[in-house]
């Protein structure tokens, strides 16, 4: 029975949007990711595509979903990097899955979860792209965690701002 | 069966997409034989798709923002900032005169360093060639330092082509797309350069680290090295020309990995996190545009016609010279003496030769005029044997002073 309740309150609590916003913001995403560096230098403590897969994870609350947009949003960052296409796909499918199977489970309308749960997937997402990097392909890579700490925090604070303004865009019933 | 794949089918798609991309990993990365594992330095067909595929989504709308910004700017600078801009022009111009016969005069000498250097076998190279490119976009991710230029296979670039500013290197192109190209940035950590330190001559080569930073590795620890020191490309890794500014010392540090050596970390002349256009170097022989040959063309004209006048200044002062010496200098012939046998003593006359005392050449070498002996003997001019005194060619001319011969003294054991 409480089974049943769950899965109606998730139905009830699913977000929809018009078709044009999933094209457009994840690919607005990618393109200020490649672009703002040439702005900020390396001050650019964020990973847009992250923040909008999970959001979009969080929101249809289904894993499959979110698994295909991270491994779509993934695999699109390797393409413009010139590392190995799959490490960033790996990194990014885990924590589209993961932001979805949390999103059934806890209210994703708090902002202190919505918070945390940023920087927290930020932070296993680096942590999957070093573990693919260096144990999977045994490649050497230099790693700061403390660089990964300030995108992680200023993956929050993206979040903070963004989550509000793509709230707008959902279809009301 | 079925309500198994319902009932997990959300972790079976995460472990098949998952699965795919691993076995797409494991296409990508070669293993060596030393058990070092590293990833092909020229994509595959498929991975070269993938990567086309993303360039070609998200260039067009970069285009657009760079395009914007540099409308904007062009629109304030031309048609509202515009103080003082016909003053500056005519600087300018006077300034590009000025340069432009500066600069041919500098071609000349590099074309002729150049010929001099094949000559002695070198292998130097030398800038001649460059296109203009802006950067556009970047990667977006701080493991990955590359960043994409707005220029590609329709301006003829080439993978491995140099790609500098005017203050100094900035990356190499590793990918080449219709419209675009990607630029592996120096301070990537897979990027790799031969660097020289300007004063202590010691190599090294040049890549980032993980912060971004630049540094040298595979440098012996020396005390020589200083904070302030000036790096050059070395020119042993077939991109970079030997001699571009690369950037200073700012600080030498004990390698973590291997005590003998140091890591000296270095400040980029060209500010790497802000380009905006760059120079892509396409070619390093000699090919001088159209109004270079031209100008060269007049600076060896005017240098050739002062070559000519200061030769011909030249051989005029020496024939005054070689005049007043030949003046000043002691004569050796005899103004007083007959003209036959001077002739005579400068060209012996053959016997049985017809002609051959008059046949002698009046500009031949002048014949020494011999002074009177004061102790003659047997070996003085004059003295020898009378009886074929005449015939004798090689025998001196007499002279009306010569004293009598004497026969020489016996000499007893």
């Known amino acids: 029975m409480s089974l049943l309740g769950a899965d109606f309150r998730r139905d009830m609590e699913i977000h929809r949007y018009p078709l044009l916003v999933y094209a457009l913001v994840p690919l607005t995403a990618l393109v200020l990711q490649a672009w703002l560096p040439r702005v900020l230098g390396n001050y650019a403590w964020f ?34 990097s010139h590392h190995a296409i799959g490490v960033n796909g790996i990194a990014k499918t885990v924590v589209g899955f993961l932001a979805a199977s949390v999103g059934i489970r806890i209210d994703v309308e708090n ?58 865009f959902q279809i009301r019933e | 069966m079925e309500s198994f794949f319902v009932r997990y089918r959300n972790v079976l798609v995460l472990l098949a997409i998952l699965l795919a991309q691993i076995v797409g990993l494991a296409m990508q990365v070669r293993r060596g034989s ?24 998200v260039t067009p709308p970069e285009r657009l923002i760079h395009n914007s910004k540099l409308g904007v700017l062009w629109v304030w600078n031309n048609y509202f900032y515009l103080r003082d801009v016909r003053q500056q022009n005519r600087d300018l111009q006077n300034t590009i005169d000025r340069l432009r016969l500066e600069q041919a005069a500098l071609l000349e000498d590099a074309r002729q360093g150049q010929r001099l250097q094949a000559l002695l076998g070198f292998q130097e190279k030398y800038i001649y060639s460059t296109i203009a490119a802006q950067a556009i976009g970047t990667s977006g991710s701080s493991q990955s330092r590359v960043f994409y230029i707005d220029k590609g296979e329709d301006a003829h670039l080439k993978p491995d082509m140099a790609v500098i500013t005017g203050d100094g290197i900035v990356g190499k192109v590793r990918d080449v797309f219709p419209h675009t190209a990607q630029v592996l940035a120096i301070n990537d950590q897979t990027s790799g350069a031969g660097v020289i330190l300007q004063t202590t001559r010691l190599r090294g080569i040049l890549r980032g680290n993980a912060d971004g930073q630049l540094m040298i590795v595979g440098i012996l620890a020396d005390e020589r090295i200083q904070p302030g020191e000036v790096v050059l490309t070395a020119g042993g890794d077939l991109v970079f020309p030997r001699g571009l500014p690369v950037g200073t010392v700012e600080k030498v540090r004990r390698d973590p990995d291997r005590d003998a050596f140091i890591q000296v970390m270095v400040k980029p002349a060209a500010h790497l996190d802000r380009l905006d256009e760059v120079l892509v170097i396409t070619s390093t022989q000699p090919r001088f545009s159209d109004q270079q040959q031209k100008d060269i063309a007049t600076s ?17 002062e020496q024939l005054k010279a070689s005049q007043i010496n030949a003046e000043r200098l002691p004569g050796l012939t005899d103004p007083n003496a007959p003209a036959a046998s001077q002739a005579g003593a400068a060209q012996p006359a053959k016997p049985g030769q017809p002609g051959s005392e008059t046949s002698a050449p009046a500009a031949g070498p002048p014949a020494p005029k011999l002074l009177p002996t004061i ?22 001319p007499k002279t009306g002073t010569s004293p009598t011969p004497q026969p020489p003294p016996e000499r007893n054991p």
């Open chain 1, 47 to 80: 990973d847009l595509p992250l923040v909008v897969t999970v959001y979009f994870a969080l929101g249809r609350r289904s894993p499959i979903q979110g698994t295909i947009m991270g491994a779509a949003m993934g695999l699109f960052e390797d393409a413009l």
């Open chain 2, 375 to 396: 102790h003659p003997d047997r070996f003085s001019p004059g003295a020898a044997p009378a009886p074929d005194t005449g015939a004798d060619s090689n025998s001196a």
């Open chain 2, 34 to 57: 030393a058990g070092h594992s590293s990833l092909d330095s020229r994509d595959g067909s498929s991975v070269r798709l993938i990567r086309l595929w993303a360039d070609e989504l």
């Open chain 2, 300 to 316: 060896q004209a005017m240098k050739g016609a002062e070559a000519e006048a200061i030769k011909e200044q030249a051989i005029q």
């Open chain 1, 111 to 168: 902002y202190t979860i919505r918070l945390l749960l940023n920087f927290l997937l930020s932070l296993l997402s680096s942590a999957i792209f070093l573990f693919v990097y260096r144990v999977l392909l045994g490649l050497d890579l230099e790693w700061d965690w403390l660089t990964q700490l300030f995108i992680a925090i200023g993956n929050s604070v993206v979040a903070l701002i963004l989550f509000p303004l793509l709230d707008r």
